[in-house]
């Protein structure tokens, strides 16, 4: 970007790159933090609906846990435009060239339309390569696969949001997105208990109405956030002329999302390879009975109390890091990593403490089957002891990303995966027979060795020279 001579005035009146470190990853972090929670509050809403049907609730958990890893995929997949939005944006805004942030944000929300579009047309072949690829059978197969294609169809207004909130964020707003997707989940949360017990009005849906509450309350959040967008939300607002493929704009998108999307793309084929470990160790095999993925997608609904408020302060250190960088403060940029990382580690460790010390009553709470509680209770114990460890890897992966770093947390969590995570998982799950337990002990670790790799290359600070 060209130099621009106003960028002192611009700085006076950006507090995000003015106002203290702590105060300003504070201001920042929190309407985030209360975006992922109450997201968080909706996902253990479905896990628990499913789990408490009167008919078939180990099978719907199966579904609906699977879903929510292929939901993973896609908005990994759409972070192929996110974190690019996210850090042009935040340099676009922290060196005084509004504009130029605008225009990418514009760019963004078009190639979001598209990625919507392709992954609702993939995901009706998919979705039963999906629940074969886990060894479902029998009723657990018939109910994926038609919960996979349903949501499926939410997709364009998932981009959207997810894309607009990024867009918005880079700008300094977190207050925007988190209002839009907060009223989203809140009213998915309501829809979906309504219709799979027939409150009202409503139709009594049974497992179907889980997954039909999501589909109207994600294409809900896409057209709340187009509207934010076409009003506008701190200079990003969607103009006709902007939206014109500009190639320049989405290949430096592209150039920053390609590595961050593959990132995400191994991550998730790493998740879905253990989830398939997990898969095996069926306990009638006739059926595809399997209480061990159930308690693998109750651990997981839980573990996103923790999971996703590191995500909120990984977003919000990527957007202090990238208007630092823009104005020139790579010290500024250091010191925010640090402060986020620090913040979440020390309340990662509450909600971390609180799983070891109640683990049977809040899995109890989850899922009424006994042989699932058994499974599920010393493995969300192990979940809570690594819980700081995830949140420093998360937030200095989000810090480096902020900064266009995106290749090294790729190639580190392709060695954490590959190296530890399958290997080791395969083997004291599965080979030497300690199950969902011996699986979570190669999960713990592959947590450590990757935070490590995360902390060390944040430190020695090169990615503060990186050109985007």
Request: positive net charge.
């Amino acid at each position: 970007m060209a130099a621009n001579s106003a960028i002192p005035v611009q700085l006076d009146q950006n507090r995000i790159v003015t106002d203290p470190v702590r105060r300003v990853m504070i201001t920042l972090t929190l309407p985030i933090l209360m975006e992922q929670m109450l997201s968080t509050l909706v996902g253990l809403v479905d896990t628990f609906l499913a789990g408490n049907l009167e008919n078939h609730a180990v099978e719907a958990t199966s579904a609906v846990g699977l879903a929510s890893y292929v939901g993973w995929l896609v908005t990994m997949l759409f972070a192929l435009v996110g974190t690019g939005t996210t850090a042009l944006v935040a340099r676009a805004y922290g060196s005084g060239e509004r504009e130029y942030g605008n225009r990418v944000a514009n760019q963004s929300i078009l190639l979001a339309v598209f990625m919507g579009a392709f992954g609702v047309c993939a995901m009706y072949f998919l979705a039963p390569r999906f629940a074969s690829w886990q060894s479902m059978r029998g009723i657990t197969y018939d109910i994926t696969v038609r919960y996979l294609r349903m949501e499926s169809l939410s997709y364009i207004g998932m981009a959207i949001t997810l894309v607009g909130g990024a867009a918005i964020r880079g700008a300094g707003d977190t207050r925007t997105p988190m209002k839009v997707l907060a009223s989203v989940n809140v009213f998915n949360g309501i829809l979906s208990y309504g219709l799979v017990y027939g409150i009202g009005p409503l139709p009594r849906m049974d497992v179907d109405g889980i997954v039909m509450g999501t589909l109207i309350s994600r294409l809900l959040g896409g057209l709340i956030l187009l509207i934010v967008i076409l009003v506008g939300a701190r200079g990003i607002r969607l103009r006709l002329q902007l939206l014109r493929p500009a190639l320049e704009v989405i290949r430096r998108i592209t150039r920053i999302g390609i590595p961050a999307a593959v990132d995400g793309a191994i991550m998730w084929t790493g998740h879905f390879l253990f989830l398939k470990i997990i898969g095996n160790m069926a306990s009638d095999v006739a059926s595809g009975l399997n209480p061990s993925y159930a308690a693998q997608i109750v651990v997981v609904r839980l573990e996103a109390f923790t999971y996703l408020p590191a995500s909120a302060y990984a977003a919000a250190c990527a957007t202090m890091i990238g208007q630092a960088l823009g104005a020139n403060m790579p010290k500024r940029a250091i010191r925010s990593g640090h402060e986020g990382a620090m913040q979440c580690c020390m309340l990662t460790a509450i909600s971390g403490t609180l799983f070891v010390i109640f683990a049977r009553q809040i899995c109890g709470l989850m899922h009424k089957d006994s042989s699932v509680i058994d499974i599920a209770t010393p493995v969300l114990v192990i979940a809570g002891l690594a819980q700081p460890v995830l949140a420093l890897c998360m937030v200095y992966a989000g810090s480096l990303r902020g900064a266009g770093d995106t290749v090294f947390p790729l190639i580190y969590n392709m060695c954490g995966l590959g190296l530890i995570r399958l290997p080791f998982g395969y083997l004291f799950g599965l080979y030497m027979g300690w199950g969902l337990f011996g699986a979570w002990i190669a999960v713990a670790a592959d947590m450590v060795a990757r935070m490590l790799m995360m902390a060390i290359r944040f430190r020695r600070g090169k990615w503060v020279t990186l050109q985007v």
